[in-house]
């Protein structure tokens, strides 16, 4: 066991020569993380202003059961996945089991409903101010959803950056999909959380700090989002 | 108080209100209105605040369904896109003057091809070149409310709706809106109005409508009705007194 300021020493100068490890690592988890967040953004966004704009039965309890996905937890989610894809699954001839597939899909999955259900809220407020002049217009329900969601635009990046982060930061559905197979499946959480068990501390904290810092850029983002809005609604 | 029932022309009008009622909190905001919009040319709905004016715009536009009565649009305002609607409070989208009306032209939907000719029609109608690449919410009120109408203006309307337009515009911002209004009735569109200025009415309208309490008191030609009132709550009105 290395003493704590050893373990960040050697974290710094793993991170500062670019270990190849550690870059295998960030580089997987940025790939499924901004895959998993395109994949729920395309599903997301359009679900959310649909339940926003649209007036059909059972919206009211779509909206909920959404609202309440957003707190599904990252272990359940994995363990369906898992039993969907493994080999008795019915996508188990797929063989996507223990691949970066399997753990894009478990985020999407977990990352949707926030997506959704951030932008239903969104949309149904500006929906609130919009309502009347794109009714007087005649548009209808499918030309509504793409005036709210592109006029939206920047409060729903924000809404995406919340689900990257939530992605970014899972660690159980990757884990049970994923495998945390070295050179296939490693990401930071998993990798965190293993080599912390073996006692590496170096490489653990390593991906800490920079989980830590694609963290924090994206609050960063997500506030300059917000002010930008700001500015827009005004614009 | 004297109700009109029969009002202005008939077979020429663009659209009539025929005994329209609507209740809203427990009050009747629309009692029984008739009323007939003329096919050509400028008519001012006049009355005093809570009338029913900016309502009977609304029903006429479609957006809200009367409790009874009907609506009768003529056979040239039948179509959707046919009655535009400008409201007092304009919203434009968080979009430049161009995309505000690059979208109109969209949900009206004018074929892609003939966009960018039609929309370089709408800027030059509406004095707006200058402007045509400015944050919509960004400009004046007046200017604002050029944008609104031009973006109704975008589908070719044969009737156009307009809800105090110029309320709480500066002189130079109300005669830009107003030579607007003018240009679009000598195109041949029809043209309502809802204001309260007296002033107003007598440059630009042809005819007068005067509402109160959600039914027509008063309908006659512009220059009759601002010379010679015959409904006392029009009198009382056009006088400055209070109408409780």
């Known amino acids: 066991m290395q003493g704590f300021g050893d373990a960040f020493g050697a974290a710094f100068a793993l991170i500062a020569r670019f270990d190849t490890d550690l870059v295998e690592i960030v580089g997987l988890s940025l790939r499924v993380t901004l895959s998993a967040t395109l994949f729920a953004c395309l599903i997301g966004f359009p679900l959310g202003a649909l339940l926003a704009v649209g007036r059909f039965p059972l919206r009211g309890a779509l909206t909920v059961l959404v609202n309440a996905l957003m707190g599904l937890p990252p272990v359940v989610v994995g363990l369906v996945v898992y039993l969907m894809l493994s080999r008795a699954g019915p996508l188990g001839t797929l063989g996507l089991l223990y691949t970066p597939t399997a753990m894009i899909v478990a985020q999407t999955i977990l990352v949707t409903p926030i997506i959704a259900a951030l932008t239903r809220q969104i949309v149904a407020d500006l929906d609130a101010e919009y309502h009347e002049t794109l009714r007087s217009m005649g548009a209808g329900a499918g030309m509504r959803m793409r005036t709210l969601l592109w006029d939206g635009r920047f409060a729903l990046t924000t809404a995406a950056l919340a689900g990257m982060g939530r992605a970014l930061a899972e660690v159980g559905a990757v884990m049970i999909v994923g495998g945390n197979i070295d050179h296939v499946t490693r990401v930071m959480t998993t990798a965190i959380a293993l080599e912390t068990s073996r006692g590496e501390l170096a490489l653990a904290l390593g991906l800490g700090i920079v989980l830590m810092i694609l963290s924090l850029a994206l609050n960063s983002l997500a506030m300059g989002a917000r002010v930008g809005a700001a500015r827009m609604a005004h614009a | ?244």
């Open chain 2, 1 to 244: 108080m004297l109700r009109l029932v029969a009002t202005g022309p008939g077979p020429d009008a663009a659209i009539r209100l025929e005994g329209v009622s609507l209740r809203r909190g427990g009050r009747m905001v629309l009692d029984g209105l008739h009323l007939a919009i003329p096919a050509t040319g400028i008519t001012a709905i006049m009355g005093p605040n809570g009338a029913g004016k900016s309502l009977s715009l609304r029903v006429m536009a479609g957006l809200i369904e009367p409790d009874s009565g009907s609506v009768l649009p003529s056979e040239a305002v039948r179509g959707r896109q046919e009655i535009a609607l400008v409201f007092q409070k304009p919203v434009l989208l968080r979009r430049s003057v161009r995309a505000n009306l690059r979208h109109a032209l969209a949900v009206y939907g004018v074929p892609r091809r003939k966009r960018r000719e039609r929309l370089g029609e709408l800027l030059d109608f509406g004095r707006l070149a200058a402007i045509a690449d400015a944050p919509a919410r960004a400009l004046s009120g007046g200017e604002q409310q050029r944008v609104a109408m031009v973006r109704a203006l975008a589908a070719c309307p044969k009737l156009l709706l307009l809800d105090e337009p110029t309320a709480s515009l500066d002189p130079q911002a109300t005669a830009a809106i107003e030579t607007l209004i003018l240009n679009t009735a000598a195109s041949g569109t029809a043209v309502v109005i809802v204001t309260h200025d007296q002033g107003q009415a007598g440059r630009l309208a042809d005819h007068i409508r005067f509402v109160h309490k959600g039914a027509l008191t008063e309908a006659a030609p512009a220059a009759q009705f601002l010379l010679a009132q015959k409904s006392p709550e029009a009198q009382a009105y056009l006088a400055g007194k209070l109408l409780l």
